[in-house]
C-alpha cells in the first residue's frame, strides 16, 4: 500500500523560506506515470493546488505561486519536496503531498499524505 | 482559472438517506471532474474521477455524474462513516481547482 508522509517545519518566520518533503514509501517514485503533487489548504478556506514534479525533474507549478515555487525530488531517498519563499501570514495551511493517478492523469489525486500545519509568524 | 461552486455547502441528513451534492464549473470541463472525501483530521480521499468512474476499493452507494458544467456527487443510502467534507475539483485544465466543498453532517 503506497504512502505519503509530509515532514518539515511546522512554524516558519514571515518572509522566510517554507520547506517540506514528502517521503512515498510501499512504491517507488521513479515507477513511471505519475505526477508528484504538493497541495494546501489555509484555515477557513478550500483546497489550493501549489504544483507538481516528475521523477525526471519535469514541474508544473500553479501560476498564482510560480514566482515563489520551487520542487525538487530525490530519487534516492523516494521524496520530493517543496519550498515557497518569502511566506506570509497568507500561506498558513495545512500542506499535502499527493500522487497523480498513472497515464498522464496529472490531476487526478489517488493518494495523499495526512497532511501538516505550517504556521507564518510575524 | 476556472471556478468550481458546490452546493449546498452542508447539509443535514440521517443514516440509509440518500442524499445529491451538485458542482458547477465556471466553464466546460468535459468529464474531467473529480470527488473526494475528507473526515475531520484526514487526508482527501478520491472517490470518483472523469464525472462517473468510481475508484477502486469505494462503495457503489457513492455515484457520480455529469458533463460539461454541471455534476452531481449521490450517496444512496448513507452509512455512519459517510458524514465528511465532500470535495470536487476539475482536472481539465491547469490550475486544477477545487469547490469550497459540502459537509455532510449527521441530523
Known amino acids: 500500500q503506497l504512502q505519503l508522509q509530509e515532514s518539515g517545519s511546522g512554524l516558519v518566520k514571515a518572509s522566510q523560506t517554507l520547506s517540506l518533503t514528502c517521503t512515498v514509501s510501499g512504491g517507488s517514485i521513479s515507477s513511471g506515470g505519475h505526477s508528484w503533487n504538493w497541495i494546501r489548504k489555509p484555515p477557513g478556506k478550500g483546497l489550493e493546488w501549489i504544483g507538481y514534479?516528475?521523477?525526471?525533474?519535469?514541474?508544473d507549478y500553479n501560476p498564482s505561486l510560480q514566482s515563489r515555487v520551487t520542487m525538487s525530488v530525490d530519487k534516492s531517498n523516494n521524496q520530493f519536496s517543496l519550498r515557497l519563499a518569502s511566506v506570509t501570514a497568507a500561506d498558513t495551511a495545512v500542506y499535502y503531498c499527493?500522487?497523480?493517478?498513472?497515464?498522464?492523469?496529472?490531476?487526478?489525486?489517488?493518494?495523499w499524505g495526512q497532511g501538516t500545519l505550517v504556521t507564518v509568524s510575524s | 482559472d476556472v471556478q468550481m461552486t458546490q452546493s449546498p455547502s452542508s447539509l443535514s441528513a440521517s443514516v440509509g438517506d440518500s442524499v445529491t451534492i451538485t458542482c458547477r464549473a465556471s466553464q466546460s470541463i468535459d468529464i474531467y471532474l473529480n470527488w473526494y472525501q475528507q473526515r475531520p483530521g484526514k487526508a482527501p480521499k478520491l472517490l470518483v474521477f472523469?464525472?462517473?468512474t468510481l475508484q477502486s476499493g469505494v462503495p457503489s452507494r457513492f455515484s457520480g455524474s455529469g458533463t460539461g458544467t454541471d455534476f452531481t456527487l449521490t450517496i444512496s443510502s448513507l452509512h455512519p462513516e459517510d458524514f465528511a467534507t465532500y470535495y470536487c475539483?476539475?482536472?481539465?485544465?491547469?490550475?486544477?481547482?477545487f469547490g469550497q466543498g459540502t459537509k455532510v453532517e449527521i441530523k
Open positions: 472523469a464525472a462517473s
Open positions: 514534479i516528475y521523477h525526471s525533474g519535469n514541474t
Open positions: 499527493a500522487r497523480g493517478r498513472p497515464s498522464g492523469a496529472d490531476y487526478d489525486f489517488d493518494y
Open positions: 475539483q476539475q482536472s481539465d485544465s491547469a490550475p486544477p481547482t
